[in-house]
């Protein structure tokens, strides 16, 4: 019997030191809270565990799954990306600030 590299004669005197420190009523006590909380200790672990495997699964699926690329409604999407008209300004219709500000100067002179 070997536990966490302690042997039976090891484990008998830390039951012995035990039991002459908390005395006979509080060491069932304390050996019930301890295999408690190795319980959960335990649960916790299993828990983490599981998850962990779950979350290898479904990326290894993910991975060995082929990528498929759909567009959802190809006519839609064509015809937005084509304008329907495209215009270019006439020279009347572009007026840079620069010759604005020197058509009012010459027009108050």
Known sequence: ???FGIGLPEMG???????????PKKLPEIGRSLGKAIRGFQEASKEFQDEFKKEAEQIEKTLSQPMQAELENPQKS????????????????????????AVSASQQS
Not at 13 to 23: E, Q, T
């Open 78 to 101: 064509l015809s937005a990306k084509v304008p329907e008209a495209v215009t270019t300004p006439t020279d009347a219709e572009i007026i840079t600030p620069i010759e604005d500000d």
């Open 13 to 23: 005197l830390i039951m012995v030191l035990a039991l002459l420190v908390f005395g």
């Open 1 to 3: 019997m070997n536990i």
